[in-house]
């Protein structure tokens, strides 16, 4: 007898199935694969720079490389030149214009914390000693880093040697502006400006902040012969995979295959390519977070493979706190004016909101800054421009939410001020914006924004607000009630996986995708046992193996919604082949039946003559059936043709109390509600939202990375001075969720909450603050001495 | 990290040597900031004495009624003791606002004395810093400051102390008991620490070959029983003071202050016991007009460097807070009483 569920799964609030391993230290986390490895394994260490701009004169390496236990120092004297090729292809997770940083291909310097060396010795302990006897001479030019002076500069032209202002210089590659460009302009905005009723015109600064997850980046690499194999923390194995191969030049062909093919298992290139082994692979089941620290590939993964290579040897390396700071990316600072003007009604009549960003000398990064603005509202006027700055720092990469989280904020802390002005209730001004196609008019898929509003103004207590600011006051305390809306875009792309129905009643589900907290592993089980109707633990779902079908990259929310529906479609080829077997095997009810009259129910084939469960076919067929499959659009979904515009929608309320006397802001309770589509497991989409107001609130009151104007260094550089949330400061936060599910995007209609989560909670709490005490923040974060 | 060598003394005498014969040894208590420091390379101490094995953990009463705290005494534990929560209970207070449990359970009381500041300056050895070496200068002043003195400061050095059980300590008018190879010898908390002046690098009495054995309070009074601590941070835990106040109130039949102990962390190169505001206080109203005024006198000769200048109006305030706090616990106990 085998066992099969009659009950759906999916939809039902399930927990964790990973949780046990990690709650009892069994999870793996890439530098923890040192446990495979005995005293073979060697430890890298970086040493970097405290100068910000200039060309290494001299590295002094005789006292490091005579230091106990040291096996070698690499500099960019003797490290030997890799091939580093780029894809014709770059993936969307790394800037389209510039060069990638290759630390030890060049002595030149373009911010504080470049990585100049690294010391490999026998043990971590010899590695950090060595590392500070390795003296390195910078002949420095002068560093800029200030974007408050250098947004001003005229905008570059090109004969220009010294980087100054730009337009991204690859802007957005479609018609629907849903990419970055650099201007978008629809009406005449200036001139509905000038003569509207009511207007507000706001300076918005977004400091920079680091995402900081909670396991640092790491890497293990090790080569046998020309296959490299790699544990790294990554959010996208298939990408570092990639990467890593064009690095080190190895088979151009097969990894373009892998990554361009339909539904490619391992076996499959090496039967078209017929060669024995896959030359690289990466292997991370387990990402402790990233929150986009982990898309791209980083120098430091590069130079531990470029080590271990060297020497022979595998080699660990694992950043320190610091060095997470100039390492692997930053949300970046950012400078934002936003003029909103509204008719007597309070009906936008024009938007113009304009943002300078930070990016590195040696890349361009761009991020989502204005997208939310081209569809938040309902305008006949809008301009926006974007411009990117650079200077003497790290490039920035995404961080949840990048772009969309920084642009929101400033939009919605603009629509507090413009419900102010008129003297109308901000959220009555929001739900009088309300629109139903994007700025281009095209509509949006699913939209239950409205309903959103409703709840949470219930459940946070909305209606008995006293509009005027400064108005509730509870002992000590000032107390404000403030109100964000919250977008974020519908992604989905190409993903694959392979299933395989066992004689022993269980299933494995693999695919190349990543699980950095939101419960991938649990999703995905849910999804391949609902589908075939087996119950969740004999389901086994894998992930974060480069040689799994291929998955895209586990940012961007759209995890869900794009492996989501190929775990379910491998599911379904694989009951077909069942089918397929069992209406050929006389042993079967199902003999004879046309495979097209035979349906799955709750784990049972159930044919015209008969039935039996799914895994009793398996069983007898007495060998695995496998399948793969692979679906979604090749591109991201946002950049194909489509009639529908296709993203979340959602409300952040909070309730804040700042102390009269010393000005320290505390937040007392937040609600946040989504409309997010299907919501796959309640727990996790409940989880996931809590963790994004969490940062939403660390965004809104005290993180910030702060350059010293004068060595353009991080001065906070470590988790006690640069201050994320604790548990003390979490208040009390409610997830809620409305609308239905979006089949216009996928099978499953998911759309992903991830980062829609932590868009808006940051303005909520602004302008609860303002309600409070009638101070409006516009530089972020909202510490006590702006609120004194 | 630098190699050093490590001992593990058990006896104080046997700790003292180790210290006479080895130049360049440290004191390890908890090892919570010295670790910290090594792995930065701030600290490089040759040798490493640890102090975890000599009997210096109990906290005992004192013949006059007074505790004495053991130097190896934990944070944790000294927070948690019934005495010190009843008779002084800003230091219980001040104790459990610094840091975050896992440090508490394991810093020393004799660490918490001579923690280093946090100026960013200073942990990080690739910037110049007069503190970590003598003449190389100060970017603290023209860099960023939030975090930095308002108080007391020297052209050489503007960091700020940053414990918040010293400040306790410090109003209380606890002593610190020291043994070196002179023998035992006493100070008074307030005049432990020290001010920048020309050599930041000198912030405390304690000489390298000397140890901190122990530091006693004074017997309890009505004042250290309704003393309060109150602490103005960034974020709820595991955040160092930007101001911070010990403050403790006795009133006289009459309403008026008869005795006040009051003391700032977060503003000064040590505790800043605030000797002229308590006499401004004493004898006068127990008023939040006085509490202010009190507040404004310790601020008037401050010193801002721009990102921390709003201490200077947040110093009173705080004061204010504190001692609004007390009174009312001096009123509620009074009260309780009749
Ligand atoms: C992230 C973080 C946050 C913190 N937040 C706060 C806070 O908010 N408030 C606060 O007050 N503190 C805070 N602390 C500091 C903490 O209180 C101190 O690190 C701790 O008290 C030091 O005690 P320890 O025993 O670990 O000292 P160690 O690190 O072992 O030693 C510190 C110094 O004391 C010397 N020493 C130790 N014992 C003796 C002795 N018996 N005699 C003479 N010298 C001795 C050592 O040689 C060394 O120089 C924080 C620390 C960290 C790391
Ligand atoms: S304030 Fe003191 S500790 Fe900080 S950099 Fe200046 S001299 Fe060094």
Redesign the pocket.
């Known amino acids: 007898m085998t066992t099969t569920q009659t009950t759906p799964i999916i939809g039902q609030a399930t927990r964790r199935v990973t949780g046990p391993l990690k709650v009892s230290g069994q999870a793996t986390y890439a530098a923890e694969f040192s446990k495979d490895f005995g005293p073979e394994l060697a430890h890298g260490v970086l040493v970097t720079t405290m100068a910000a701009s200039g060309r290494i004169s001299s590295i002094d390496t005789e006292q490091a490389e005579a230091a106990p236990g040291v096996v070698k120092v690499f500099t960019h004297l003797n490290a030997p030149e890799l091939p580093y090729e780029e894809p014709v292809m770059r993936p969307q997770v790394q800037p389209q214009v510039g060069d990638p940083l290759r630390p030890l291909q060049t002595d030149q310097i373009f911010f504080s914390g470049q990585t100049v060396a690294v010391v490999v010795a026998e043990t971590l302990e010899q590695a950090e000693h060595a590392a500070t006897l390795v003296r390195v001479t910078v002949d420095e030019t002068a560093a800029d880093t200030d974007l408050h002076a250098a947004h001003q500069r005229p905008e570059a032209d090109e004969k220009q040697d010294t980087p100054r202002v730009s337009a991204p210089k690859k802007p957005a590659e479609n018609g629907k502006m849903t990419g970055r460009p650099s201007d978008v302009t629809v009406g005449d905005p200036d001139a509905a400006f000038e003569s509207a009723a009511h207007t507000v015109d706001l300076d918005v600064e977004i400091k920079t902040l680091v995402n900081h997850p909670i396991e640092p980046h790491a890497t293990i690499a090790w080569w046998e012969g020309n296959t490299l194999t790699v544990h790294d923390k990554t959010q996208w194995v298939d990408n570092a995979r990639h990467k890593l191969a064009l690095a080190f030049g190895i088979r151009q062909e097969e990894i373009d295959l892998k990554v361009d093919a339909l539904n490619t298992v391992k076996d499959a290139v090496e039967g078209v390519l017929g060669v024995q082994e896959s030359s690289v692979r990466v292997i991370t089941p387990f990402t402790g977070g990233g929150f986009g620290s982990g898309l791209r590939t980083w120098p430091h993964t590069f130079l531990t493979a470029m080590a271990a290579r060297e020497l022979d040897r595998p080699v660990r390396l694992v950043l320190t706190r610091a060095e997470m700071f100039t390492s692997v990316g930053h949300r970046p600072h950012n400078l934002q004016r936003v003029r909103l003007a509204a008719d007597a009604d309070g009906r936008l009549q024009s938007v113009i909101h304009e943002g300078w960003q930070e990016t590195s000398l040696y890349e361009e990064y761009t991020m989502n800054l204005l997208n939310t603005t081209r569809m938040a509202y309902a305008t006949p006027n809008l301009r926006t421009t974007y411009r990117l700055v650079p200077l003497n720092i790290q490039t920035p990469t995404s961080m949840r939410a990048p772009g969309e989280c920084s642009g929101a904020h400033a939009l919605e802390v603009a629509m507090d001020a413009l419900a102010y002005e008129i003297g109308m209730d901000p959220l009555e001004l929001r739900r009088r914006n309300n629109a139903t196609h994007d700025v281009q008019g095209t509509p949006f898929s699913s939209k239950h924004l409205a309903e959103a509003y409703d709840l949470g103004a219930e459940k946070i207590g909305w209606a008995d607000r006293p509009l005027a600011p400064r108005s509730m006051r509870d002992g000590d305390d000032w107390v404000g009630l403030g109100v964000s809306s919250t977008f974020y875009p519908a992604n989905r792309m190409k993903a694959s996986a392979s299933a395989r129905l066992l004689p022993d009643g269980t299933a494995q589900v693999h695919s190349a995708a990543s699980d950095m907290g939101p419960g991938t592993y649990v999703s995905m089980t849910m999804v391949a046992a609902d589908t075939l109707g087996l119950p969740l633990d004999k389901v086994k779902f894998a992930l974060g193996d480069s040689d799994f079908p291929h998955a895209p990259v586990h940012g961007g929310s759209m995890t869900m919604a794009s492996v989501g529906p190929a775990v379910k479609a491998a599911c379904e080829a694989a009951i077909q082949a069942v089918i397929e077997l069992a209406v050929d095997d006389d042993a079967s009810p199902l003999a004879g039946a046309s495979a097209d009259d035979v349906r799955l129910e709750h784990g049972e084939l159930i044919g015209p003559g008969g039935r039996e469960t799914l895994m009793a076919a398996v069983a007898r067929h007495g060998e695995p059936v496998e399948a793969t499959a692979s679906l979604g659009p090749n591109k991201l979904q946002a950049l194909m043709p489509s009639d529908y515009a296709f993203h979340s929608y959602g409300c952040v309320f909070a309730r804040v109390r700042v102390d009269a006397r010393t000005g320290e802001p505390r937040v007392e309770k937040v609600v946040a509600v989504n409309d997010v589509g299907k919501v796959i497991n309640p727990t996790t989409a409940a989880s996931q939202t809590i963790g994004g107001v969490v940062m939403g609130i660390g965004m809104a009151l005290m993180e910030e990375a702060i350059l010293d104007p004068n060595f353009h260094r991080y001065a906070n550089d470590t988790l006690?001075e640069y201050h994320a949330l604790t548990n003390r400061d979490a208040p009390e936060i409610e997830a809620h969720f409305v609308g239905e599910p979006d089949y216009e995007l996928n099978p499953l209609g998911a759309r992903g909450v991830g980062e829609i989560a932590t868009v808006g909670t940051s303005s909520a709490v602004v302008n609860a603050i303002y309600h409070a005490t009638g101070a409006r923040v516009l530089s972020l974060p909202a510490t006590l001495d702006k609120l004194l | 990290m630098t190699p050093f060598t490590y001992h593990k003394p058990a006896s104080v005498a046997d700790a003292l040597a180790l210290l006479a014969d080895r130049p360049g040894a440290?004191?390890?208590?908890?090892?919570?900031?010295?670790?910290?420091l090594m792995r930065k390379g701030v600290e490089t101490p040759d040798h490493l004495v640890d102090?975890q094995d000599l009997p210096l953990g109990e906290i005992s009463e004192t013949d006059d009624g007074g505790l004495r705290i053991g130097?190896l005494v934990s944070?944790t534990a000294l927070a948690a003791h019934d005495r010190v929560r009843r008779d002084y209970r800003m230091l219980s207070e001040a104790t459990l606002?610094?840091?975050?449990q896992q440090?508490r359970n394991?810093?020393?009381t004799?660490?918490?004395l001579?923690?280093r500041t946090r100026c960013y300056y200073f942990t990080e050895p690739g910037y110049p810093c007069n503190k970590r070496e003598p003449g190389s200068g100060c970017p603290a002043k023209d860099g960023f400051n939030r975090i930095h003195a308002i108080l007391g400061e020297s052209d050489a050095c503007i960091a700020t102390h940053?414990?918040?059980?010293c400040v306790a300590m410090s109003a209380l008018d606890a002593v610190v008991e020291i043994t070196g190879p002179g023998g035992d010898r006493t100070v008074p908390f307030p005049d432990f620490h020290l001010l920048p002046g020309d050599t930041p690098n000198v912030e405390t009495v304690?000489e390298p070959d000397e140890?901190?054995t122990a530091v006693t309070l004074p017997p309890p009074s009505d004042l250290s029983r309704q003393s309060v601590y109150v602490k103005v941070r960034d974020r709820q835990s595991?955040?160092?003071?930007l101001v911070s106040v010990a403050a403790g109130l006795a009133l006289g039949a009459d309403g008026q202050v008869e005795d006040v102990r009051l003391a700032l962390g977060g503003v000064a190169h040590k505790p800043w016991r605030a000797f002229d505001a308590e006499s401004l206080l004493r004898g006068g109203p127990a008023s939040d007009d006085a509490f202010r005024q009190a507040g404004q006198a310790i601020v008037a000769d401050a010193t801002g460097y721009g990102h921390n200048d709003f201490k200077i109006p947040l110093a009173p305030r705080t004061v204010a807070v504190a001692l609004g706090k007390a009174l009312a616990r001096a009123q509620r106990a009074s009260g309780d009483a009749r």
């Open positions: 006690a | 440290m004191l390890l208590g908890g090892g919570t900031n010295l670790v910290d102090v130097a944070n606002a610094g840091a975050s440090l394991r810093a020393t004799g660490g918490n001579l923690q940053p414990s918040d059980m304690l140890i901190i595991y955040a160092f003071a």
